[in-house]
C-alpha cells in the first residue's frame, strides 16, 4: 500500500508569506502528527491531529497551525513566515493507538528568504 | 551571530563489521521507543520498535537492546553494508506535563551519523 505522501516537496516563500503544507497518511491510519527538523533544533513536535481533532500540540507559535480533514489527510500552515521557518517540515503518519509505528512521508522543504 | 547547530556524534565502520548506536532516553516514564533511519534528503525511515516490557527485539540484521535501568537504548546493526550509511535517531514516547501519555508525540534523539567504508 502507498507510504506517506507530503507535498509539495520544496518551497520558496518570502519573508511574511504564508504556506501550506499537505500530508496524506497510509491508508487507514487516522493519525497525523507534524514535525520539524532543523540543524540546530534537530525534529521538532509541532502537533497531532486524530479524526479531525487536534489532540496534542507542541510549543511552536500560533502561526503554526493545522487541520486534518474527514479522510485524515492533513494540512499544515505558517503565516507570516520568517527566517527562522526554514526547515524541512515532516509528517508522520500512524493508527492514532498508543505505542504504534509511526511512519514518515519526504517530507516538505521549507526554505523562507 | 554565529548559530549553534546539533553536534553529531558519529560511527565510522568497515563493511562488514557489525555496528553499535547508542541513545540515552530522558524520560523513566517512557514506555516505548522507535528506531529511525535517515538518509540525505530523505524523511526518517521506521526500523524497529521496542516496548517497555522486552529488553531485546530483533529484527532483520538489526537488534535493539533497552535498559531502563540506566535509561539506555541501542541499535545494533550486523554486517553493516555501505547503503546502511545515514543519520540514525532513537525516539521515545512523550509524556504530558499533566503526566500522561502525549498522543502522536515523540522525543528524538539529536541523532548519530553511521558512515560504512566499502
Known amino acids: 500500500k502507498a507510504g506517506v505522501t507530503q507535498t509539495p516537496r520544496y518551497l520558496i516563500k518570502t519573508r511574511g508569506q504564508q504556506v501550506t503544507l499537505s500530508c496524506s497518511p497510509i491508508?487507514?491510519?487516522?493519525?497525523v502528527s507534524w514535525y520539524q527538523q532543523t540543524p540546530g533544533q534537530g525534529l521538532q513536535f509541532l502537533f497531532e491531529y486524530f479524526s479531525e481533532t487536534q489532540r496534542n500540540k507542541g510549543n511552536f507559535p500560533g502561526r503554526f497551525s493545522g487541520r486534518q480533514f474527514s479522510n485524515s489527510r492533513s494540512e499544515m500552515n505558517v503565516s507570516t513566515l520568517e527566517l527562522g521557518d526554514s526547515a524541512l517540515y515532516l509528517c508522520?503518519?500512524?493508527?492514532?493507538?498508543?505505542?504504534?509505528?509511526?511512519?514518515f512521508g519526504q517530507g516538505t522543504r521549507l526554505t523562507v528568504v | 551571530g554565529e548559530s549553534v547547530g546539533l553536534h553529531l556524534p558519529t560511527l565510522s565502520v568497515q563493511e562488514g563489521d557489525n555496528s553499535i548506536i547508542n541513545c540515552a532516553y530522558s524520560?523513566?516514564?517512557?514506555?516505548?521507543f522507535i528506531w529511525y533511519k535517515q538518509e540525505s534528503g530523505k524523511g526518517p525511515q521506521f526500523i524497529i520498535d521496542?516496548?517497555?516490557?522486552?529488553d531485546k527485539r530483533q529484527g532483520q540484521r538489526v537488534t535493539v537492546l533497552l535498559n531502563k535501568t540506566v535509561k539506555h537504548l541501542s541499535l545494533q546493526i550486523a554486517a553493516t553494508q555501505p547503503g546502511d550509511s545515514a543519520v540514525y535517531f532513537c525516539?521515545?514516547?512523550?509524556?504530558?506535563?499533566?503526566?500522561?501519555?502525549?498522543?502522536?508525540?515523540?522525543?528524538f534523539g539529536q541523532g548519530t551519523i553511521l558512515t560504512v567504508h566499502p
Open positions: 491508508s487507514g491510519h487516522r493519525s
Open positions: 521496542i516496548r517497555s516490557n522486552m
Open positions: 508522520a503518519s500512524s493508527t492514532g493507538n498508543l505505542n504504534t509505528e509511526a511512519f
Open positions: 524520560n523513566s516514564a517512557s514506555d516505548y
Open positions: 525516539a521515545e514516547n512523550a509524556f504530558s506535563n499533566a503526566g500522561g501519555t502525549s498522543y502522536g508525540k515523540l522525543t
